[in-house]
């Protein structure tokens, strides 16, 4: 099975509830959708997020631009990042590079799965089964009120919710954590994400003040890259420290592990170097008996999850929901991975036409 084509789209989805954190406000889901057309006829699929709307063009364009690169390759994704690590080594491959090279690792993933006749799950390894889930859409900056009434809208259908923090003081983080739990059954598990936003003094000082709160993580207390302050915040603190939303590949991972900044890691599939980049950080994630999360992308995740033996939580979101055919669907706190070959990734044609950026 050989490289034929790349069909590349830009839209931007409307977010049914928009996502404000305490450092940006996300009211629409700019993501690239790509379709790589191979010569045995199957198409492999998959989706990115650009973050920003003013970075859709680039990436949408930046994905096109590789088609030229590894047309009449044989799709094999190991191959194929290998081969793009090496074209982007001198320009760095990060950032855009390294969304688009994921974009490509995806969709050739569902592409062998699907002339496996195999769920992406199962062709790992895995099994097709229920991953616990929680609730991550809203629950942004909206204040104490909002979020105790958020929570209580949000909740029905999981047994674990996250907010995010980082307030202007402490005092307001507390009343939200408190409106959050009078909010919700003494039973349901709240994470809190602080998006980066803190420094490593203010980050312990507000860990300890939420002890008595009963918190199931802090999520990137501080700088994402700062693995030595997450180290100094959770050695201050009894509550779980929680990162790897942006680990750009497994090395970064290796590098935050020996740096003891986490007890539990989070790769986004798509900065971790899409599915060959997540199973390296399984590996790593085993070795260390880290408990994995993920980040984004819950269809192709819970196919990840299920084929990962130190799987944890998958982040429920519904960013890409409206454009997809089968989109994940929270059950009593699981999300079960498609059944069909390959991840489940098939667009709603005229969804897609509705959103198509330009
Ligand atoms: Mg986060």
Known sequence: ???????????????????????????????????????????????????????????????????????????????????????????????????????????????????????????????????????????????????????????????????????????????????????????????????????APEAARRAQALEAENIYWIEEPVLADDFAGHAEVRAKTSIPIQTGENWWGPRDMARSIAAGASDFGMPDVVKIGGVTGWMRAAGLAEAHRMPISSHLFPEISAHLLAASSTAHWLEFVDFASPILRNPAVPREGFVTPSDTPGSGIEWDESAVARYLAF
């Open 1 to 199: 099975m050989r490289i034929q084509a790349f069909r590349v789209r830009p839209v931007d989805v409307p977010l049914s509830i928009p996502l404000i954190t305490s450092s940006g406000a996300i009211h629409s889901a700019p993501l690239v959708l790509l379709d790589l057309a191979t010569d045995s006829g199957i198409h492999g699929s998959s989706y990115v997020f650009a973050f920003q709307r003013r970075l859709l063009a680039p990436l949408a364009q930046l994905i096109s631009n590789l088609e030229e690169l590894l047309r009449g390759d044989t799709v094999a994704p190991v191959e194929i990042s290998a081969k793009l690590q090496h074209a982007f080594r001198l320009a760095g491959p990060q950032g855009l590079a390294g969304m688009a090279a994921a974009a490509i690792d995806m969709a050739a993933w569902d592409a062998c799965a699907k002339a496996a006749n195999l769920p992406l799950a199962r062709f790992l390894g895995g099994d097709v089964k229920p991953v616990p889930a929680y609730q991550s859409r809203g629950l942004g900056i909206i204040g104490p009120g909002p979020a105790g009434r958020e929570a209580e809208r949000l909740i029905p259908g999981f047994r674990a919710i996250k907010a995010r923090l980082g307030y202007p003081d402490l005092e307001t983080d507390l009343a939200v954590i408190r409106e959050i739990r009078k909010a919700v059954d003494p039973g349901v598990i709240v994470m809190t994400d602080y998006n980066q936003s803190l420094t």
